[in-house]
């Protein structure tokens, strides 16, 4: 399955390594439902993108992917307007920065809900109407193999979506669809430097060694495409070497 032509949906598309893929995707010939939160950035990004592609190739959708009824109303929306969807990246993440001691149950379901559940119902949603072809990427990260102080949630969220990256997987294999991820490192964007860890010196980032959105949509769009058509379950680091350093 080539993107030319076919319908992706990215989640956390208003910003960062979310705009970067969905801009590689349309570069390549897809059609791309934004979704995010955010309306009026839904709209700055939709409008950036217009200048590059075909206005009438770029959808948007307010998802809260923690919501199971906006998941299905996305998917609607691409394919009513698309008619398929073939790709989904579930990019969306969030991150809450507090001792474990200091951490609340609603810390960890908000967290949860956004960066494994959501992944979850845009998967199923997939396994319910994706055509045969169809390639599924979840975009983890380097904290779901090592991680740092104040940020359990996040770290345990992205280590259970690769997991339910190897089961959705097995199970989408009879289906014909695909389901991988990929784990970035240190990434150029505002997630980055508004790290407090990252500000107060808890986590050590040497300039070095920051790629950038698109080395990240690079990969995902290697993961969509037929090109990657014997690649199931599996986890890329897209970190620079770094997790590779004794």
Not at 91 to 105: C, D, H, I, S, W
Not at 159 to 176: D, F, I
Not at 184 to 199: C, E, K, Q, S
Request: hydrophobic fraction near 45%; glycine fraction near 8%.
């Amino acid at each position: 399955m080539n993107p030319n032509k076919k319908a992706a949906i990215v989640t956390g598309a208003a910003g960062g390594i979310g705009l970067a893929i969905a801009r590689r995707l349309l570069r390549d010939g897809a059609s791309v439902v934004l979704a995010d939160l955010d309306q009026q950035r839904l709209e700055t990004a939709r409008a950036e993108l217009g200048k590059e592609a075909d206005p009438a190739r770029i959808a948007t959708s307010v998802c809260d992917v923690s919501s199971e009824a906006d998941v299905v109303r996305t998917v609607d929306a691409c394919v009513q307007q698309f008619g398929s969807i073939d790709i989904i990246v579930n990019n969306a993440g969030l991150m809450v920065f507090k001792p474990l001691e200091e951490q609340t149950g609603e810390d960890w379901n908000r967290i949860l809900g956004v960066d494994l559940v959501g992944a979850f119902y845009f998967i199923k949603q997939a396994f319910l109407r994706m055509p045969r072809g169809g390639a599924i990427v979840n975009v983890a990260s380097v904290h779901a193999i090592e991680t740092e102080p104040m940020v359990a949630s996040y770290a345990a969220a992205k280590a259970a979506l690769l997991s339910l990256t190897r089961s959705a997987a097995l199970e989408g294999k009879p289906k014909g669809i695909r389901v991988n991820a990929v784990l970035p490192g240190a990434i150029d964007t505002p997630m980055l430097w508004d790290n407090p860890n990252v500000r107060s010196g808890i986590e050590v980032i040497d300039k070095n060694e920051v790629g950038q959105p698109d080395d990240v949509a690079e990969v995902v769009a290697f993961l969509a495409s037929d090109n990657a058509s014997f690649v199931q379950g599996a986890s890329l680091l897209v970190d620079g070497g770094r997790l590779a350093r004794l």
